[in-house]
């Protein structure tokens, strides 16, 4: 069974630029993660997806990151514009949580971001 | 607020030893509970995990203990092996927030041979 994949693996950007995240969840799992993981800290979840519909959304800062999951499978996350803090790792994971709602998430390699 | 806390940013143990990971919570509606491993840019990988209903759950060398009173839980690792060295992260979930996950800060865990 083929992982989580994510896109790229590093991105160095200057502040104000934009960027953008890509990730295909493992076949057949409804649900999908974006988490942004700053060095020292767990990963705080920024936006879930039931299918390609959001589920929770609060802690994503909708004034400068945006997420969609078309069609229900690949999703991309995209901050515009960057600033230094937003240096992180960003995670993606994705469940069969529709199908039992104990399971646990996989998770791909993340993306390490780094805002200069 | 931390909901979740790992109170021990690392812990050094000898190989064939016993590594003993700590939790604490806050939120007494946490239902479900995961251990979760992480190595150097790697994702996090699911290690093992517990419902509220139960205290003990076991899995090879990996067995997680519930103290539902104390708001407590532990990872015990026996025997510890070298490629147990990683960071391993505890998390939460209750059955009304779609099973969100709220993680811990991720304890270090170093194997010395």
């Known amino acids: 069974e083929a992982g989580v994949a994510q896109s790229p693996r590093y991105k160095i950007i200057e502040k104000r630029q934009s960027v953008a995240f890509w990730c295909n969840p493992i076949?057949?799992?409804?649900?999908l993660y974006w988490y942004q993981q700053i060095l020292g800290q767990g990963p705080k979840l920024l936006i879930q997806f039931q299918n390609n519909g959001v589920v929770d959304d609060s802690q994503l800062p909708k004034d400068r990151f945006s997420a969609e999951r078309l069609k229900g499978v690949d999703s991309t996350l995209k901050i515009q514009p960057a600033k230094l803090e937003d240096s992180a790792v960003y995670l993606c994971a994705s469940s069969d949580w529709g199908r039992d709602r104990k399971a646990e998430a996989f998770f791909g390699q993340g993306t390490r971001l780094t805002v200069v | 607020d931390q909901q979740v806390k790992q109170n021990s940013p690392s812990l050094s143990v000898q190989e064939g030893r016993i590594s003993i990971l700590n939790c604490d919570y806050t939120?007494?509606?946490?239902?479900?509970f995961l251990w979760y491993k992480k190595y150097p840019a790697e994702g996090p990988t699911f290690l093992i995990s517990?419902?509220?209903i139960k205290d003990k759950n076991e899995d090879g060398r990996f067995t997680v203990f519930l103290n539902k009173s104390a708001k407590h839980l532990s990872l015990h690792i026996v025997p510890s092996q070298p490629g147990d060295s990683a960071v391993y992260f505890c998390?939460?979930?209750?059955?009304?927030?779609?099973?969100?996950?709220?993680w811990g800060a991720g304890t270090k865990l170093i194997i010395k041979p």
């Open positions: 998390a939460a979930s209750t059955m009304d927030s779609n099973y969100q996950l709220i």
């Open positions: 517990i419902s509220s």
């Open positions: 939120n007494s509606m946490f239902d479900y």
């Open positions: 076949s057949g799992h409804a649900t």
